[in-house]
């Protein structure tokens, strides 16, 4: 059986100018990174008053799919074919830079 390849990224990782605990969070706090033959773009995001953690990722050769997670529990993307963006986000909980509010991806 295949393993399981899953990266994680704790949110308290990101370095995000011009926020405090408090808030300040941009319209979008990413970070991107090229693991696996695709690109994973992942952090928070506030289209409004509220700030969702995100999860982006794309692969043009394998299937795929993302997952954002708040303290209250994950949510996954759907599958997507080689080509595809898989894209999921989660209000953030928690203290914004606290292990709470993670994601991941997952290629196979």
Not at 17 to 40: D, N, R
Request: charge should be positive; include cysteine; aromatic fraction near 12%.
């Amino acid at each position: 059986m295949k393993q399981k390849k899953r990266i994680t990224a704790l949110m308290a990782g990101l370095v995000l100018v011009g926020t405090s605990v408090f808030g300040g969070v941009s319209a979008a706090s990413a970070v991107v990174k090229y693991p696996e033959g695709g690109t994973w773009r992942y952090g928070f995001v506030e289209p409004s008053s509220t700030i969702f953690v995100f999860s982006k990722y794309d692969h043009p050769r394998k299937k795929h799919r993302s997952t954002a997670c708040n303290k209250r529990g994950c949510v996954r993307s759907l599958d997507m074919a080689p080509g595809k963006t898989a894209y999921i986000a989660v209000q953030a909980t928690g203290a914004l830079f606290g292990v709470t509010n993670r994601a991941y991806y997952y290629v196979y």
